[in-house]
């Protein structure tokens, strides 16, 4: 039978501290970093700018957006979650994939995967990179460069879990050069401090240090953006809020802030479905009507208040390095939207953002699976696939225009998977970019933080 309430992990963790004035060298040998590991910081490999005239510009998109929907007419995606493989070389046990990581898959191929992005329509903003782990294919770079030259895509987000410094900085290098025009986010996970992150992460050595690969990648991002002047580079961490890693959640926090220092940190929710999977509670339903919240689910609102606070008194900076400082602003202000509807969920409120996936959101398989999100997609008894690319012969618009994504789509945010979803990528962010309501309520955040 499942326990009402999972008592916290209570393991020791080692926690970190700095002089609030200590230098960057004292915050690096702090927490361990020694570069001179990573041939990379150094030197790079050559590559010539793609040289293409495309207009990246979103006020462009989203009018486009506007006026299809004002006409009832079926919008192209503004952002898409492609996940490029289910192959991982770690097993997380929280991870959205866990169940079929590593599962046989027929992979698209980078041809397959240029002919889909041609026909992707005018409205592309944001990429969202996800696996597995997206460093394994080996043509990720490629791939980021097809969306580049076919696509009018200006912002590229990569998750990945960071296992090779070198190769992520390698990749960097190519695409910093290749596509300069290009907005570069590397989302690291990590999950808390050292202990707990290693712990967690399910390595094939108990020796590997997963926790210092991921603070040496992040800061030697820093260090690249610097020396090469990389501009709109980011690098954020990335830590799921779960059973495993609550008890250290206040003491991550605060070394995030504080030591870390990353362009950005998000803390997400376990997945629901992931919520059940592995971890014996009773059910997110029964949860909610029983008003009872979970350790986790009580330390995300806290912390996530905290966040709040922070960056808008300033105690808290996400920086990032977009075109313009408005830009920033604004992308900061919708990351704390995208929360505070998160919150919502988990208090047993409806959601304030409406669900746009399959309309504004969109969601590529590593097979080539079309759906508007990835619990449509995934659903293990009910799955919702609008059609596979290789049935289509890789025509985007055939599929996005099927019975069957007319038929799925009307149920976005209305499907049982939907009730207390919190999927940033795939439900909050895509919405809110296209929704007069809730911009303005970032335009109004943004002028606030400081
Ligand atoms: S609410 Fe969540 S599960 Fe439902 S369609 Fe939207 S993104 Fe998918």
Same mark, same amino acid.
């Given at each position: 039978?499942?326990?009402s309430?999972?008592?916290?992990?209570?393991?020791? /963790?080692t926690v970190?501290?700095?002089?609030?004035?200590a230098?960057?060298?004292?915050?690096m040998?702090?927490?361990?970093i020694?570069?001179?590991?990573?041939?990379s910081?150094e030197?790079? *490999?050559s @590559?010539?700018?793609?040289?293409i005239?495309?207009?990246?510009?979103?006020?462009?998109?989203?009018?486009?957006t506007y006026?299809?929907r004002l006409f009832?007419?079926? %919008?192209?995606?503004?952002?898409?979650? +492609?996940?490029v493989?289910?192959?991982?070389?770690y097993s997380?046990? @929280?991870?959205?994939f866990a169940? %079929?990581?590593n =599962?046989?898959?027929?992979e698209?191929?980078l041809?397959e995967?240029?002919?889909?992005?041609a026909?992707?329509g005018?409205?592309l903003?944001?990429i969202?990179?996800?696996?597995?782990?997206?460093t394994? +294919?080996?043509?990720?770079?490629?791939?980021?460069?097809?969306?580049?030259?076919?696509?009018?895509?200006?912002?590229v987000?990569?998750?990945?879990?960071?296992?090779?410094?070198?190769?992520?900085?390698?990749?960097? /290098?190519r695409i910093k050069?290749?596509c300069?025009d290009? +907005?570069?986010?590397?989302?690291?996970s990590?999950?808390g401090?050292?202990?707990?992150n290693?712990?967690?992460?399910y390595?094939?050595k108990?020796?590997?240090?997963?926790?210092?690969?991921?603070?040496?990648?992040?800061?030697?991002?820093?260090?690249?953006?610097q020396?090469?002047?990389?501009?709109?580079?980011?690098v954020?961490?990335? %830590?799921?809020c779960?059973?495993n890693n609550v008890h250290?959640?206040d003491d991550?926090? !605060?070394m995030?802030r504080d030591?870390?220092?990353p362009?950005k940190?998000n803390?997400?929710?376990?997945?629901k479905?992931?919520q059940?999977s592995?971890? *014996?509670?009773d059910?997110?339903?029964?949860r909610r009507?029983?008003?009872?919240?979970?350790p986790? *689910?009580?330390?995300?609102?806290?912390?996530t208040?905290?966040?709040?606070e922070?960056?808008?008194?300033?105690?808290?900076?996400?920086l990032?390095?977009?075109q313009?400082g408005? !830009?920033?602003?604004?992308?900061?202000a919708?990351?704390?939207?995208?929360?505070?509807?998160?919150?919502r969920?988990?208090t047993?409120?409806?959601?304030?953002i409406c669900?746009?996936?399959g309309q504004?959101?969109a969601?590529?398989?590593s097979?080539?699976?079309?759906?508007?999100c990835? *619990?449509?997609?995934n +659903?293990?008894t009910h799955?919702?696939?609008f059609g596979n690319?290789?049935?289509?012969q890789?025509d985007?618009q055939?599929?996005?225009?099927?019975?069957?994504a007319k =038929?799925?789509?009307?149920?976005?945010?209305k499907?049982?998977?939907?009730y207390?979803?919190?999927l940033?990528s795939?439900?909050?962010y895509?919405?809110?970019?296209?929704s @007069?309501? /809730?911009?303005w309520?970032?335009?109004?955040?943004?002028?606030?933080? /400081?």
């Amino acid at each position: 039978m499942p326990s009402s309430t999972l008592l916290p992990d209570t393991k020791p /963790h080692t926690v970190i501290q700095v002089p609030a004035n200590a230098t960057d060298a004292e915050r690096m040998s702090a927490v361990g970093i020694d570069l001179s590991k990573y041939s990379s910081i150094e030197d790079r *490999e050559s @590559f010539e700018p793609i040289f293409i005239n495309t207009n990246r510009d979103i006020s462009r998109r989203l009018l486009s957006t506007y006026s299809n929907r004002l006409f009832g007419k079926i %919008t192209n995606p503004t952002m898409i979650t +492609h996940i490029v493989t289910t192959r991982c070389n770690y097993s997380c046990g @929280f991870c959205s994939f866990a169940d %079929t990581l590593n =599962a046989k898959t027929n992979e698209l191929g980078l041809e397959e995967i240029e002919k889909t992005y041609a026909s992707l329509g005018g409205n592309l903003n944001t990429i969202v990179y996800s696996g597995g782990e997206t460093t394994l +294919h080996k043509q990720l770079p490629q791939i980021i460069e097809a969306a580049y030259r076919l696509t009018p895509v200006k912002s590229v987000y990569i998750i990945s879990n960071a296992w090779k410094p070198d190769l992520i900085f390698q990749i960097t /290098h190519r695409i910093k050069q290749s596509c300069p025009d290009l +907005h570069l986010t590397w989302s690291l996970s990590i999950e808390g401090p050292k202990e707990v992150n290693n712990a967690a992460r399910y390595t094939q050595k108990s020796t590997w240090d997963a926790w210092q690969n991921t603070i040496d990648t992040m800061w030697g991002l820093k260090i690249l953006r610097q020396k090469f002047g990389y501009q709109q580079l980011d690098v954020q961490l990335c %830590t799921v809020c779960g059973p495993n890693n609550v008890h250290a959640l206040d003491d991550w926090y !605060e070394m995030v802030r504080d030591v870390l220092k990353p362009d950005k940190w998000n803390l997400n929710l376990l997945r629901k479905s992931v919520q059940m999977s592995n971890n *014996e509670l009773d059910s997110w339903e029964s949860r909610r009507k029983s008003g009872q919240q979970e350790p986790f *689910e009580k330390k995300y609102l806290e912390i996530t208040q905290r966040v709040r606070e922070d960056v808008l008194s300033g105690n808290l900076k996400f920086l990032y390095h977009t075109q313009s400082g408005w !830009e920033g602003g604004m992308k900061s202000a919708v990351d704390l939207i995208s929360q505070e509807d998160n919150r919502r969920i988990l208090t047993g409120n409806p959601p304030a953002i409406c669900c746009r996936a399959g309309q504004d959101g969109a969601y590529i398989g590593s097979d080539g699976e079309v759906s508007g999100c990835e *619990e449509f997609a995934n +659903h293990p008894t009910h799955p919702k696939s609008f059609g596979n690319l290789r049935d289509y012969q890789y025509d985007f618009q055939a599929i996005w225009h099927s019975e069957a994504a007319k =038929a799925y789509r009307k149920l976005a945010g209305k499907a049982p998977e939907c009730y207390g979803c919190t999927l940033e990528s795939q439900k909050n962010y895509p919405s809110i970019l296209v929704s @007069f309501k /809730h911009l303005w309520q970032a335009q109004q955040l943004a002028q606030k933080i /400081h």
